[in-house]
């Protein structure tokens, strides 16, 4: 009978870890989304699920209309808008610009596979 109980409670404890574990933070995360996406309004950044960033130009119902360049809009269901995206303060043109700087001087030689080793021990 012992036996029987601590088999029951073993399992009731494996399904208490798998909900809180598993299942409790997928749930959260699908809520966090839908109020995100519950949320849009015209004139928002945010990129899809497929990679694609555009603007928000109007809702309708499940629907979005972005405007993926200027004058082409597309329609979307809610669903795939991945996230929103917000502008970066603080970045100021002349960071953004020395960022970009190459240094022309500098030559970087490869080796091909298998030459990095000592020849004279073949």
Not at 3 to 21: D, E, H, Q
Not at 42 to 68: H, K, S
Request: overall charge negative; charged content about 25%.
């Amino acid at each position: 009978m012992g036996g029987n109980y601590s088999s029951l409670i073993m399992i009731a404890l494996m399904v208490v870890v798998f909900y809180f574990l598993l299942i409790r933070p997928q749930r959260k995360r699908q809520q966090e989304q839908a109020q995100m996406q519950n949320s849009l309004a015209p004139g928002t950044r945010i990129m899809t699920t497929t990679g694609l960033f555009a603007t928000v130009v109007a809702i309708d119902a499940d629907d979005v209309i972005l405007e993926i360049a200027p004058g082409v809009e597309t329609r979307w269901i809610k669903a795939a808008i991945g996230r929103v995206l917000t502008p970066v303060d603080g970045v100021e043109d002349e960071d953004v610009k020395s960022a970009d700087v190459v240094d022309d001087n500098v030559v970087e030689s490869v080796k091909p596979y298998g030459e990095d080793q000592d020849s004279s021990k073949k």
